[in-house]
């Protein structure tokens, strides 16, 4: 503001700055903030009048079991696939904005993310003559760059109101699916720019009275590809919303108002304290954890994500600073608020689950990222599969708290290695056999292997890292709603282990097809296809790599109508023994933008494995066996990695001779390790090494590396990387081998 | 009374030395106050030697094996016992991560107060 103006004339600008906001983009004062809103005057009320800690335990279940409720009533009603399998949350959100408790169950990432757009609500349109926020109104939201996950989920917000008063909102947010993107399903790892992702709505009114407005439901119908899944979903979210709202109602008549808005309260600002003081619990100190995401889902390149968490007292600081550039033209780029979302379900499910799910979990923690990086990326590069670089952000962390929780007198769970972190299934579109177009995803993505823990093996496909009570989905149930035909649904891959002491849960594989379709496409969008993606803890190793196996140019339906002997259960026996004759066989990484499928050709993922935890020459003979009698590992794996000898004639470890052959193995250790100082002589390079396509730090933080060795700009003027069409590569080096063959 | 606190499954610090020792054979392995790495030994791994290919190489770029000139295994041993202390999946030539580095005084603060020491 001009300094030479009076204060009349200073106050007349300010107004006329205020009413003509050209565009209500993102605030930044709402995304960069986390922390809990300040107590509000009626709350400090509330708090004097009603601070009986037992009273308030019963309020506390009663607004718990309302929110677990709606939570079970969406996934009941629900039509996406993600709805149905549990990925969703419902809340309560204080008057100020802030969550302060949802479901048990369902995406509880969303639990520290939820609070911005509600917030946006509160300080925009509370007194926008336009909008305004009444009983009935009922708001929604997706854009992740107000604050959520990616823009596939969809959230219905209403606030509730008590005697006049706005006391509190009430919502759910759900996995939906469609949204009218680039490509079907939500989550376009072909968008170049966030205008490619579809539907991207700040928060907004949709409704009045508890009804949608007819005009924006089919306005916004009209962008999506599946219309009907759009209403529906919207009613439900409503319906839970609704439902919320009247038990909060029925504990104000039963307690009192001040009853409702100093549990709300309380239950934050206990929560926080109660993190402080588990964290109080760890050591201080510094852990340092890399992983290297390796590929944008279009190409193969590999990111480096440093992450240094550092405990101090009562507090923990995430520093990311030193991680890859954002991708200015790729889908992999994370908002930073989705980043912390995720990096608080580490804690949320795997640290402390018996807290109260709601974002003061988060509380006492900070996150440090350079600006315009792959976890905090600008509003101008697009971002509908962040979970590219937020989950391995996620598995960073939590490879890095067991080094502290492990020496912690208190734990609320076991300590636990990596869980295997990418969303393996198929996304799809085109017409169903009942010719309805659809998109979406099927949610056997939800099914990733567990991480060994301290005290047992991982738990095979049990959950993904994103929902502690989500389900994969019944074959049956897809089959009668989509073409999608899985000939082999979930079977477990030999060899897929985490080896360890305790070995990670394994991952499924599925072969998927298509039938009775006139036009179906495929697309998936996980990496890990050159570098494993989830690692082991404490000498346990990681998950192995992952394809995207093809078999082109069959039809499997012709082909074993009458030689069913044709039929193989695994990608290794189909890709290797390759039994359709005339058929292409292939493989590629995991990131594949959506193919057009003809029927009866395969497509076959595998998820991968947890981690494992621990020297693998110190598993149990016996467990190696029933592994190996299980048919969850090979001969080789018993010999090779376990240095487990088998007694064939009794099935069973024979023990004396294992016990020779781990000294053995010991013993060749001794002889291959080098010595520290020696070894970091021979292996550390000044830059990283030129055949590698690497982006971000190498040995200083503050240097980030953009593709090659010579291509570099600092961490704190991180400028953003533009990547070549893959077609237009191939093109290149085809055009390359053309003129070569022509000189010959 | 222990002076030893166990920090990792194969790790413990002894308080009054300030040093690191193996918890699988109590080799001393290096101060506290430093990377516990520098007094081990090192492997650099081919990821293929522990997660084989399953598909035929000779006929797929994908094959459930990590990529050699992607990434490397870096395996640290106990000197004394072989123990597998951790291992570390990096990129060929990456600098090492001098993962642990705890705030010895506090630690010490922490639990010898506690054992009224």
């Known amino acids: 503001m001009a300094e030479n103006l009076n204060d009349q004339e200073k ?50 279940h009663k607004l718990q079991t309302a929110c677990n409720e709606s939570f079970d009533m969406v996934e009941q009603m629900g039509a996406a696939p993600g709805a149905k399998w549990g990925d969703l949350i419902s809340g309560v959100w204080t008057a100020s904005g802030d969550l302060a408790l949802s479901s048990a169950g369902g995406v509880l990432l969303f639990s520290v993310l939820t609070q911005h757009p509600v917030k946006f609500i509160i300080k925009y349109w509370m007194k926008e003559p336009t909008v305004g926020v009444r009983p009935g109104d009922i708001f929604m939201h997706n854009d992740a760059r107000y604050g959520n996950i990616h823009n596939t989920d969809q959230s219905v917000i209403i606030p509730v109101f008590h005697e006049g008063e706005l006391i509190c909102f009430t919502g759910a947010m759900v996995h939906e699916g469609e949204n009218g993107a680039t490509e079907p399903g939500g989550m376009p790892s072909k968008a170049e720019s966030p205008f490619d992702e579809g539907l991207k709505m700040p928060p907004f009114k949709v409704g009045e009275n508890y009804t949608f407005r007819k005009d924006l439901m089919t306005f916004l119908q009209n962008s999506v590809r599946e219309p009907k899944l759009q209403l529906e979903g919207m009613k439900s979210k409503l319906y839970a919303a609704m439902r919320m709202e009247s038990r909060i109602k029925e504990a104000i008549g039963e307690y009192g108002l001040e009853a409702v808005l100093a549990t709300l309260r309380r239950t934050l600002t206990s929560t926080a304290e109660e993190v402080r003081r588990r964290l109080r619990d760890w050591p201080d100190g510094t852990i340092r954890q890399n992983v290297f995401p390796d590929g944008t889902l279009r190409e193969n390149v590999l990111l480096r ?67 315009n990086s792959a976890l905090n990326c600008s509003a101008n590069a697009p971002n509908a599969q962040s979970m590219m670089t937020f989950f391995p952000s996620f598995t960073a962390a939590q490879l890095a708290v067991p080094k502290l929780l492990y020496s912690s007198k208190f734990k609320a769970t076991d300590v636990v290695s990596g869980w295997y972190n990418m969303i393996v299934t198929f996304i799809y579109g085109g017409l169903t056999q009942h010719q309805e177009l659809v998109g979406n995803l099927c949610a056997d993505l939800n099914g990733m292997g567990g991480g060994a823990r301290a005290t047992r093996d991982g738990e095979h496909s049990i959950a993904p890292i994103f929902a502690p009570m989500a389900d994969i989905g019944e074959q049956e ?48 969008c996980s990496i890990g296809s050159k570098f494993p993606s989830t690692h082991g803890i404490f ?24 030689r069913r002997e044709l039929l193989r259960f695994s990608v290794e026996e189909i890709m290797n023994e390759r039994p359709f004759k005339d058929a292409s066989y292939s493989t590629h990484h995991m990131g594949m933008q959506l193919e057009w499928v003809t029927s009866g050709e395969l497509y076959m993922l595998t998820q991968g494995t947890g981690g494992g935890y621990g020297d693998v020459l110190e598993r149990d003979p016996s467990m190696v066996v029933d592994d190996y009698r299980d048919g969850l590992i090979s001969k080789r794996t018993v010999e090779q990695i376990y240095h487990v000898r088998i007694d064939e004639a009794r099935k069973a470890a024979n023990l004396e001779a294992t016990a020779a052959a781990r000294e053995a193995e010991r013993g060749k250790r001794k002889k291959l390790g080098k010595p520290y100082a020696e070894f970091v002589k021979g292996w550390e390079t000044k830059h990283p090494p030129a055949h590698l396509p690497f982006y971000g730090s190498w040995n200083d933080p503050k240097l980030i590396y953009r593709g090659t060795p010579t291509d570099t700009c600092p961490a704190d003027a991180m400028a953003g990387v533009m990547m070549p069409d893959p077609k237009d590569v191939r093109i ?13 | 009374m222990s002076t030893r606190v166990a920090i990792t499954e194969y790790l413990e610090i002894e308080l009054n030395s300030e040093r690191w020792h193996c918890r699988s054979c109590g080799h001393d392995i290096a101060s506290a106050r430093e990377n516990y790495k520098t007094g081990l030994l090192v492997y650099d791994r081919d990821p293929r030697e522990i997660h084989a290919p399953i598909l035929d190489e000779t006929k797929y770029e994908f094959t459930y094996a990590p990529d050699p000139t992607w990434c490397r295994i870096v395996e ?6 072989g123990t597998q202390i951790e291992n570390e999946y990096l990129p060929p030539g990456h600098p090492l991560t001098h993962d642990i580095e705890l705030d010895i005084d506090k630690l010490k603060q922490r639990h010898l107060a506690k054992e009224g020491q």
Request: proline share 5%.
């Open chain 1, 11 to 60: 106050s007349i600008l300010q107004k006329f700055l205020d009413e003509n906001v050209l565009f209500l983009g993102p605030d930044p004062e709402i995304m960069d903030n986390h922390k809990l809103a300040p107590e509000s005057a009626a709350e400090t009320r509330a708090l004097a009048v009603f601070n009986d800690a037992d009273q308030m335990n019963l309020v506390r």
């Open chain 2, 76 to 81: 640290f041993y106990c000197p004394s016992c």
């Open chain 1, 477 to 524: 149930l897809i089959e009668e709603e989509t073409p999608i035909m899985k000939i082999v649904p979930n079977r477990v891959m030999r060899d897929n282990q985490g080896f360890g002491k305790f070995r990670g849960g394994h991952g499924y594989q599925q072969i998927a097809t298509v039938k009775d379709s006139a036009l179906w496409g495929f697309m998936c």
């Open chain 1, 305 to 371: 994500l440093r992450l240094a968490m550092t405990k101090r007292d009562d507090e923990l600081i995430l520093d990311f600073r030193g991680s890859a550039p954002e991708f200015v033209n790729r889908a992999n780029n994370t908002v930073l608020a989705s980043c912390k979302g995720m990096l608080a379900q580490e804690f949320l499910t795997f640290v402390w689950p018996d807290l109260p799910r709601n974002q003061a979990v988060f509380e006492p923690m900070t996150v440090i990222t350079d600006a």
């Open chain 1, 539 to 562: 000498g346990g190793y990681g998950a192995g790599t992952y394809p995207l196996c093809k078999v082109k140019d069959v039809n499997v339906f012709d082909e074993m109508k009458d």
């Open chain 1, 732 to 744: 290149a080096q085809l055009e390359a081998k053309l003129a070569q063959q022509e000189k010959v």
